[in-house]
Each structure stands twice: as structure tokens, then as C-alpha cells.
């Protein structure tokens, strides 16, 4: 019950708990208060997150748009639009309403308003308006180059536009550089560059102006090219170097175009030497780009060596005949790696001519593979002219239906100049096996055209090509692959070769170790491609190269089996090629070559077998294959001989097939042997259709009972189904159509047979399909009599019948599902 104090009067009793006692009551009685507000502070707390479920989501209040331009940018945009419409004011005012106005009145006019507009940005700049300050003078300085139009319409009409045009260039790039210099106008970012880019015109405009011609307008390109170059280089303003830098690439790519073409076009020395000087002079700022900077030191010196091979070259080639004009090209770029070896540069220079040394000699082999594409192709075109005859030499040979490129008798020279190049030049651990196989490649190629280009016998060609072709396949004998070195990725074995101090080298190369080996054994594969197709023109020739070519792919793959996976795949084709050409040779028939060829895969056959898990044994026996299907190929049109293919092909691959690895080519042994049975029978004029089921019967069956005999848990169906209908379902249908009774009775007690056969082993197979052939069987036998015994009958009687079947089974239904059941179980307990 809450606290209450009762106090009496003297006229009443009156109970006053003493002090302790009230005390007490008063903490119980605020406790209890406490604990029911935290009640409540909770119930609260509950039925509102109650009723805030239940709300629909307020949305997110959505963020302050963000401004698209910042205001500086905004600024900026406004200041410069307005500088652009307050000239084009002034230009409107300059050409239209420039007539309406005397001589002073025209004078003071510009000169009041180009001063001021000039004089405006020094107190925008002490205000700190520096964006204004730009538009201003930008506006001021296009005022000034119209103050030098004006000038020349009213008081310079008579005086020619192009001469006057370079002398206002220079004259405003001279009053721009001293107004952006001034101390009250230095804090301008524009002036200076803007009176750059006017210094562009005057020497251009000049040549022009002096009819200097396009060696003067050369030179006056790459002397402003110079000035720019210098002003990028030595002025520390970033605005100044940027614009000095754009002009400088600019103008001296184009001086450097029209001095290269002078160069190129120059019909005399005289013009090629001023032609060179031009481009000397070109290479000279480049080169001193280049010492003096670090960032693009490789690209200007890169750049540099070209133009000194260009301007060399020219001369060079202006002197010698056309078939050299390469020759000299890449002697001068060839000579750019004695540079290379100067002390005195910086490494990021020789590393600049030795790379433009490389692009030169890479485009001089570029320029020989047309050479090197008609050699290796054109022999292709003999195909359609087999032994037609000999030609006069090997260009004729090569080139029998392909064009000769012109100029092309300094191939051999350029080929074999770059080759000692790469001998010579690449020391480097890491670079050298690359070295070592672009050496290869291009000595190959060297030989390759060499009896080409010199136009020797053809006997000789094919000798040469027959001795390449042995030259690379001795290299992949004899080279090693290149492996790793410590410490270096992928370098060759021969790790301790120093590497020269002035040649430039890289520490690391991005791109995959090519392996000399494979490289010469590609070459070797390439040129006997070749040899074998140029060596078609005459019976003796194509006898002896393929039987050379078989000799020399076979000793390689023998003498170094790593080789072997292509070695001996290539060996096997060229003994199919020599085995054509050899029935081709003695007139055999197609059909009588295809034994010869059968040769081959059983020289595959057996070699697969001593070379067992080898990685050449696949490509061996997928070569073998292609060479029995050229032989059935062969045989196909005598049916007779083609069978004899099929069948001994059939022993081939059964032999193959007794390997425990080749097992499953059991099947295609069958296969072929039931081929050539039906080959045989066909050429027979045999049309009896067990004739050719019979043979797929007897060894599917044998077959079968192997493998019944190793796994007595196989189905009968698996073992024995595929062979008995084999024969079973073509003789039960040829039996319905025949009007005999021998086929049908012999099929009978053959289908009698196997059920009794089923029966006897309880297995399944036999039973179900001996007994459905030996029912249908019998059901055809009895049709003619069934059909009279039907014409006999009334007409109501086979419904009768039917009707009383029905009845039956239905009376005895569950007896009858019972009976069915017995069956089911009965055939699922067999095989």
C-alpha cells in the first residue's frame, strides 16, 4: 500500500512510525517508482519502433546538385569568349569601317586603343584579376597584328604581301617577346609564347617571298626547327618550353620530309649533297636534343641516325646503280654502330643509333622478302606441268608463273651483310640466342636465293637447295637448346661471355627465347618443301631429291631424337611421295602403286613400336594412317585390288592393335576386314545378303565370348546382340521378299538354333531375338495359308474371335498378369 503518515489530534489515538521506519518506506516507495518508469520507458521505446516499421520509406534527401564548372573554369570561358568577340570587333572595324576615317583619325584610333588595350593588364595584375589580365593582352596582341594589316593597306599597298607578311611576323614576334618580358607584364603567360609561334613565319615566308626554292624552304624549316630547339631547351618557362617543343617537332618534321624527298629524287650528286647537308643539318639538332635532355634522349637519337642513313645513303645512291641504291643504305646504317662504340656519349644516345641502326638493317631485309617469297613459292606452280622438261636455269625454274621483282641482284649481298652484322654486333648473354637464330634464318636465306639471283643451272640450283637443306638439318643436330643462364632469364649456356662495355645492352628482353634448334629444323622442313616441288620438272630429278630428302629426315631423326617428333613424320611423307613417283616412274596403274605405298605404314607400324612412349610415336603412326587412306585412295577404281588394300591395311592396324596401348584399334581392324570382304563380294557380283553379314557375324561373336569369358558379368546383349543382328535382321527381311522356301527355312532352324541356344545358357539375347525371328519367320510361312483360311470364313467370324480373345483375358486377368510377371522375372534373371 503507498506511504501514508497518520497524525491524531489529543482528541484521537494517533500511530507515528518512528524516523527509521519512515525512511525505509520512503526508499521501497521510490524504488517502486523507478522500476515502473523504466516499464513504461521501454513499452514506449517498443510501440515506437512499431509504428515506424509500418511507415512507408521516407526517400533520401536528395544531395545539393553539384556544379558542372567550377567558378575559375566558368571564368575562364567567360574571359576568353569575351576576348575572342572584342577582336573579331576589331577586325569587323578594321576592314569595314576603316574607309570612313581620315589619316589621323585612323592613326589615333589605333594607336589610342592598341596602347591602352597593351597597357591594361598592369593594373588588372596588381589587383590580382591575373585570367583578365590574360584576355586582355591576348586582345592587345591580336590588335597589333591588325594594326600591321592596317598598316600595310593605307601606307604599304604597293609593297609584296608575302615579303611584308614575314617582316610584321618578325617585327610582332619581336614586340611580343619584349612585352612579355617588360617587369610589369612578366607575370603574362602569353605573350612570349604567342610571339614564338609568330617567329615561325619569317624565314618560312622569306624563302618564299625569295623564290628560294624547295631547298631554301627546307633550309629556312629546319633553321626555325634549330631556334625552337634551342628555346625548349634552355628557357625554364614551362608554357615557353611546351609551345617551343610542339613547333620544334612540328617544323623539323617537315623540313626533314621535303629534304628527304630532295634526297630521294636528286638526279645528281650535286643534289644529293645539298639534299644530305639539309638532313645533316637536321640530324645535327637532333642529336644535340638529345645529349642535352634525358626524358627523350632514345627517340631524338633514334631519329638523329636515321636522317645521317638518309642523308648519307642519298649520296650514296645517287652515284651507284639502282640495283645498289639498298646496299648503300644499309652500309651507312651499319656503319651508325661504329658510333655506338664512342665513349664519350651518353648511353641513352648509343643506345639511340644502335636501335636506328637496326631499323635500318630490318628494312633492308624487308625489302628482300619478295625475293625470298617467289623462291619458296613459285616452285608450287610445277604441280600442274609434272616431268614436262628441264627449264634453262633455276630463275626460270622458280619463276615459272611468278613475276621476278626488279633491282633484286644485291639480295644475296644485303642478306649476308646483315648476318655478320648479328654475328659481330650481339654479345650480350641475353640477346645472343636470338642473335644466334636470326643468323641462321638469314643465312639460310642468303643460300636460298643465291641460286636465283645468279641464275645457275638448274642441276646446280638443286644441288644447292639439296645441300641447304642438309646444312640446316646438321645445325639442329648439332646445336643445343638454349636454356636459362643464372641469374639472367632465358640466356644461352654460355653464360661467361663478357659483354662489352661501350655496347648497350639490356638487362632483361620481353620476348621468348627462340630455339635455335627448332628454328634450323623449320629452315630444313622449308627448303626441302622447296627442293621437292623444283625438283618436278623431270622424272630422274623428282626420283632423287625425294629419296635424298627421305634418306636425310631419317638419319636426322635417328642420330638426335628430340628431332624425331618432326623428323621422322616428314621422312615417312617424303618415302610416300618417292613410292608415287616411283610407280608413276615404271607406268603402273594407280591401284598397283597403292601397294607400294602400303610400305609406309608399315614402316610406321614398326617404327611406332620401337619408338613406344615417345612423343614421335602419335605424329608417326598419324602419318602412317594418311599414307594407307593415300593407298586405298589410289585403289579405289579396281574394286578387286581395292579390297586387297582394305585387307591388308586390316593386318597393319591388327598388328598395331596386339600393343595394350593401341587395343581399341581392334576395332577399325574389323572394320577394314569387313571392308574388303564386302569389296571382295561386291566385285563377285554376289547380292546374297548373308554373304556380307556373316563375315561382321563370326567375329563380333567371337568377340563377344572373349569377353564373356573374361567378364562373365557382361550382358548378353553387349556381347552377342550386335553380332547375331547383324545377320538376323538382313535375312529376316530378305526372307519376307523372297518367294522361296529355302531362305526362310534355313533362317528358321537358325533362328531355332539360337533360341535353343539362349534357352540352354539362359542368356537373353539369344532367346528374345532368335525367338522373334523364329516367330516371324514362321508367321510369314503360314500368311498364304492364314489368307485363305480368312477368304473362307464369313466375314463376322475374325470379330467374333477377336471379341472372345478379349473375354478371355479378361476373365483370367489377374492369373494372366501373375503368369506375366513369372516371365519378366524369369528374362531378367538371364544375361
Known amino acids: ?114 596602347a591602352a588595350v597593351l597597357a591594361a593588364p598592369v593594373p588588372l595584375l596588381k589587383r590580382g584579376l591575373r585570367s583578365t589580365a590574360e584576355s586582355v593582352a591576348g586582345l592587345g596582341l591580336a590588335l597589333t597584328a591588325l594594326d600591321a594589316y592596317a598598316l600595310h593597306e593605307v601606307a604599304l599597298a604597293d609593297v609584296d604581301g608575302t615579303g611584308y607578311t614575314a617582316a610584321a611576323a618578325a617585327a610582332l614576334a619581336a614586340l611580343w617577346v619584349t612585352y612579355g618580358l617588360l617587369p610589369r607584364t612578366s607575370e603574362l603567360r602569353l605573350p612570349v609564347p604567342a610571339a614564338l609561334v609568330a617567329a615561325q613565319l619569317p624565314l618560312l615566308l622569306w624563302a618564299v617571298a625569295a623564290d628560294a626554292g624547295w631547298y631554301g624552304f627546307a633550309a629556312a624549316l629546319l633553321v626555325t626547327a634549330g631556334f625552337d630547339t634551342g628555346v625548349a631547351l634552355r628557357v625554364p618557362a614551362k608554357s615557353v618550353r611546351v609551345t617551343a ?38 640530324a645535327g639538332i637532333s642529336l644535340a636534343a638529345a645529349w642535352r635532355t634525358e626524358r627523350h634522349a632514345v627517340g631524338l637519337a633514334l631519329a638523329s641516325g636515321l636522317v645521317t642513313v638518309a642523308a648519307l645513303g642519298g649520296v650514296g645512291r645517287s652515284v651507284v646503280p639502282d640495283a645498289w641504291t639498298v646496299p648503300v643504305y644499309l652500309a651507312c646504317g651499319i656503319a651508325l654502330l661504329g658510333a655506338v662504340r664512342i665513349g664519350r656519349l651518353p648511353e641513352a644516345v648509343r643506345r639511340g643509333l644502335a636501335r636506328s641502326s637496326g631499323v635500318v638493317q630490318g ?86 636465293v643465291l ?152 614402316a610406321a607400324a614398326l617404327l611406332a613400336v620401337r619408338l613406344g612412349d615417345s612423343k614421335a610415336t602419335v605424329p608417326v603412326e598419324v602419318t602412317g594412317a594418311v599414307a594407307g587412306l593415300l593407298a586405298i585412295g589410289l585403289a579405289v ?4 585390288m581395292l579390297a586387297l588394300v582394305l585387307a591388308l591395311c586390316g593386318v597393319i592396324t591388327a598388328g598395331t592393335a596386339i600393343r595394350p596401348d593401341r587395343s581399341p584399334l581392334a576395332h577399325a581392324s574389323a572394320a577394314l576386314f569387313v571392308l574388303a570382304t564386302w569389296v571382295r563380294l561386291a566385285a563377285w557380283d554376289v547380292e546374297i545378303p548373308e554373304a556380307y553379314t556373316l563375315p561382321v557375324t563370326v567375329p563380333a561373336l567371337l568377340v563377344g565370348a572373349l569377353r564373356r569369358r573374361r567378364d562373365p558379368q557382361a550382358s548378353s546383349w553387349t556381347a552377342y546382340g550386335p553380332g547375331l543382328a547383324a545377320t538376323l535382321v538382313p535375312s529376316l527381311v530378305a526372307a519376307w521378299g523372297d518367294p522361296h522356301w529355302t531362305r526362310p527355312l534355313l533362317l528358321g532352324l537358325a533362328a531355332l538354333s539360337v533360341t535353343l541356344l539362349g534357352a540352354g545358357y539362359n542368356l537373353q539375347a539369344p532367346l528374345l531375338l532368335g525367338g522373334s525371328v523364329l516367330t516371324l519367320d514362321a508367321l510369314h510361312e503360314l500368311a498364304p495359308y492364314l489368307v485363305q483360311v480368312t477368304d473362307a470364313l464369313p466375314r463376322w467370324v475374325p470379330p467374333a474371335l477377336a471379341g472372345l480373345v478379349l473375354l478371355a483375358l479378361g476373365a483370367t486377368y489377374e492369373r494372366r498378369i501373375r503368369d506375366v510377371r513369372r516371365v519378366r522375372e524369369v528374362l531378367g534373371k538371364m544375361n
Not at 515502473?36 to 515506437?48: G, S, T
Not at 624527298?261 to 650535286?270: E, K, M, N, V
Open 451 to 602: 641460286p636465283v639471283v645468279l641464275e645457275l643451272p638448274y642441276v646446280v640450283g638443286l644441288l644447292l637447295l639439296g645441300a641447304t637443306t642438309a646444312g640446316a638439318l646438321a645445325a639442329a643436330v648439332a646445336l643445343r637448346p638454349s636454356r636459362p643462364a643464372k641469374g639472367i632469364p632465358e640466356a644461352t649456356e654460355d653464360e661467361a661471355t663478357p659483354v662489352a662495355p661501350s655496347a648497350p645492352t639490356a638487362p632483361t628482353s620481353p620476348f621468348p627465347t627462340p630455339q635455335p634448334t627448332a628454328t634450323a629444323l623449320a629452315l630444313a622442313l622449308l627448303t626441302s618443301l622447296t627442293l621437292a616441288f623444283l625438283s618436278l620438272p623431270t622424272q630422274a630429278a623428282t626420283l632423287a631429291v625425294l629419296a635424298t630428302l627421305t634418306a636425310l629426315f631419317a638419319a636426322a631423326a635417328s642420330w638426335k631424337p628430340q628431332l624425331a617428333p618432326v623428323a621422322a613424320p616428314a621422312a615417312l611423307a617424303y618415302a610416300t611421295a618417292l613410292a608415287c613417283a616411283t610407280g608413276a616412274a615404271a607406268d603402273w596403274q594407280p591401284q598397283y602403286t597403292a601397294l607400294l605405298v602400303l610400305a609406309v605404314p608399315v
Open 363 to 448: 628494312l633492308a631485309v624487308l625489302w628482300t622478302l619478295p625475293v625470298v617469297a617467289v623462291t619458296l613459292l613459285g616452285p608450287v606452280t610445277w604441280v600442274e606441268q609434272v616431268w614436262s622438261g628441264a627449264p634453262s636455269d633455276t630463275r626460270a625454274a622458280v619463276t615459272a608463273d611468278a613475276p621476278w621483282p626488279p633491282d633484286a641482284e644485291t639480295v644475296p649481298l644485303v642478306l649476308a651483310a646483315v648476318a655478320v652484322v648479328l654475328v659481330l654486333a650481339m654479345r650480350d648473354a641475353v640477346w645472343r640466342p636470338r642473335a644466334l637464330t636470326g643468323v641462321l634464318v638469314l643465312a639460310w636465306a642468303t643460300v636460298l
Open 245 to 282: 617543343a610542339i613547333t620544334a617537332y612540328g617544323m623539323g618534321s617537315w623540313g626533314v620530309l621535303t629534304a628527304g624527298s630532295l634526297s630521294w629524287t636528286a638526279t645528281g650528286p650535286s643534289a644529293a649533297a645539298r639534299a644530305a647537308a639539309l638532313l645533316i643539318l637536321a
Open 637 to 640: 577404281g579396281d574394286p578387286p
Open 1 to 114: 500500500m503507498p506511504y501514508d503518515v497518520t497524525r491524531t489530534t489529543l482528541h484521537g489515538m494517533t500511530h507515528i512510525p518512528p524516523p527509521a521506519e519512515e525512511l525505509r518506506l520512503l526508499d521501497f516507495e521510490l524504488r517502486q517508482l523507478d522500476a515502473r518508469r523504466a516499464q513504461l520507458l521501454a513499452r514506449r521505446a517498443w510501440l515506437i519502433a512499431t509504428l515506424q516499421s509500418a511507415r512507408p520509406p521516407r526517400p533520401a534527401p536528395l544531395a545539393p546538385p553539384r556544379p558542372e564548372a567550377s567558378a575559375p573554369r566558368v571564368q575562364n570561358v567567360l574571359l576568353v569568349l569575351g576576348g575572342v568577340l572584342l577582336t573579331i570587333a576589331a577586325m569587323a572595324f578594321t576592314l569595314v569601317s576603316w574607309g570612313q576615317m581620315g589619316i589621323a583619325g585612323r592613326a589615333l584610333v589605333l594607336g589610342g586603343v592598341t
